[in-house]
């Protein structure tokens, strides 16, 4: 059971555009929500993250927009930049095990 | 500081053989998670541990086992290995308190 559906597969993107990256939960008991970014050959690295209690929330170019309703939220990467090609995983943490649970992932590249 | 180091980096196994992936932080982490991942999958937790002498099983656990016998060492052992083992693995810690996850670098697993 996939219980953090992330989409899409894979995006590319014009330099200077804007890249989304959407995700959908389906256990309401997940109270945390980071977005990990991954490049070749390396671990994944904390991005940004959310709590369910705020709606959005920005660190330079990056933003998550979080809809507790919609169980969704989404990924905002203003003024893309090719140095931001790599691999998007969303995640939700909280339930029995209070561990992560991650997205598939989303391939990012940013034609310069 | 040296963060979440795990060895070896690429490792090759026959079927049935038995191995042990290392994984050592130096941040004082109490939670330490394994992860293995997937083409199009993400990463599934495999074990868990909240603390020395304590671990737990994650989504995909058969076929590995771990211990934790101090704070800093949290080892994961392939009993007999399998092809479906072929993967990329991931260390990851927490401390107390804290909501984001820091990664190893990974260990890429080829069982033939």
């Known amino acids: 059971q996939q219980q953090v559906k992330q989409s899409p597969q894979s995006l590319i993107v014009q330099k200077g555009g804007i890249s989304i990256i959407n995700c959908a939960y389906e256990n309401t008991a997940f109270d945390y929500f980071p977005w990990y970014q991954q490049f070749p050959g390396k671990g994944p690295a904390l991005l940004i993250a959310i709590r369910p209690d705020v709606s959005e929330k920005k660190e330079g170019r990056f933003t998550i927009s979080f809809n507790k309703s919609a169980k969704q939220f989404s990924l905002h990467i203003m003024d893309s930049q090719p140095g931001d090609s790599a691999t998007y995983f969303c995640a939700a943490k909280g339930g029995s095990a209070r561990q992560l649970t991650f997205g598939s992932g989303t391939q990012l590249t940013v034609l310069p | ?112």
């Open chain 2, 1 to 112: 500081n040296a963060g979440v180091t795990q060895t070896p980096k690429f490792q090759v196994l026959k079927t049935g053989q038995s191995m042990t992936l290392q994984c050592a932080q130096d941040m004082n982490h109490e939670y330490m998670s394994w992860y293995r991942q997937d083409p199009g999958m993400g990463l599934r937790l495999i074990h868990y541990s909240v603390g020395a002498g304590i671990t737990d099983q994650g989504e995909v656990p058969n076929g590995y086992n771990v211990s934790r016998s101090t704070t800093e060492d949290f080892p994961l052992r392939l009993l007999s290995a399998a092809p479906s083992q072929t993967s990329v693995y991931f260390c990851a810690s927490r401390g107390q308190g804290r909501w984001g996850y820091t990664f190893g670098s990974g260990t890429r697993l080829t069982v033939v």
